[in-house]
């Protein structure tokens, strides 16, 4: 059973930085993607980022400028890099990995942007 440990939340004043980290059992190099996702109390989960096996790379709208995604060879673990946060961006966040047909998700940590 594939395993994705998630890290870095908590609670930041608006303008500050948090830096997530999901850690996973299995390689991270041989996933198709790995992504954040976040989800708000009554909102939709919605992509952050995604990184791929090439290490392409793609951000909501939302997060572009802001947020960086990137991977921890050592650690096996990939990580988000959020700057500048917004009350807006107060979600749980998620991390979600596919290896072949399986997708796999984490327990999700919160993230909460006092203004």
């Known amino acids: 059973q594939v395993q994705l440990v998630e890290s870095g939340g908590g609670l930041v004043q608006a303008g500050g930085s948090l830096r997530l980290s999901c850690t996973a059992s299995?390689?991270?190099?041989?996933?198709?993607?790995i992504g954040w996702y976040r989800q708000a109390p009554g909102k939709q989960r919605e992509l952050v980022a995604q990184?791929?096996?090439?290490?392409?790379?793609n951000y909501a709208d939302s997060v572009k400028d802001r947020f960086t995604i990137s991977r921890d060879i050592l650690k096996n673990a990939v990580d988000l890099q959020m700057n500048s946060l917004k009350p807006e961006d107060t979600s749980v966040y998620y991390c979600?990995?596919?290896?072949?047909?399986?997708?796999?998700w984490g327990q999700g940590t919160q993230v909460t942007v006092s203004s």
């Open positions: 299995r390689s991270i190099f041989r996933s198709n993607a």
């Open positions: 979600n990995a596919q290896w072949g047909p399986d997708d796999y």
């Open positions: 990184i791929t096996s090439r290490g392409m790379t």
